[in-house]
Nanobody, 125 residues
Framework: QAQLVESGGGLVQAGGSLRLSCAAS????????MGWFRQAPGKEREFVAA????????HYADSVKGRFTISRDNTNRRVYLQMNSLKSEDTAVYYC??????????????????WGRGTQVTVSS
């Protein structure tokens, strides 16, 4: 069973940047699509970004496209989320996820088999 541990969250001013990191324990890390989700207070968890296991194709929610970048390091079993031009509405708990299916219709998403415990990102305006 894969274990995912996020790090890198914190408090940042609007317009600033943060880089989230997720370390995976599973030796078959490269067999999974990897993604990031977030959940703001009082809201449902939502998809942020995903990167496919094979060709490394990336998918983003419209709300973060052009500002966030997902990347992965299969050798070290890590996935990253570089977040630039942060806005107050990006404030949420961010979760790393490993899954088997990436969807694109009607909008990008990922079915997730494993979840991390989350890391808090707070953007002050």
């Amino acid at each position: 069973q894969a274990q995912l541990v996020e790090s890198g969250g914190g408090l940042v001013q609007a317009g600033g940047s943060l880089r989230l990191s997720c370390a995976a324990s599973e030796r078959t890390f490269s067999d999974y699509h990897m993604g990031w989700f977030r959940q703001a207070p009082g809201k449902e968890r939502e998809f942020v970004a995903a990167m496919s296991r094979a060709v490394g194709a990336t998918h983003y929610a419209d709300s973060v496209k052009g500002r966030f970048t997902i990347s992965r390091d299969n050798t070290n079993r890590r996935v990253y989320l570089q977040m630039n031009s942060l806005k107050s509405e990006d404030t949420a708990v961010y979760y790393c996820a490993a899954g088997s299916t990436i969807t694109t219709i009607p909008k990008p998403g990922m079915t997730s088999d494993y979840w991390g415990r989350g890391t808090q990102v707070t953007v002050s305006s």
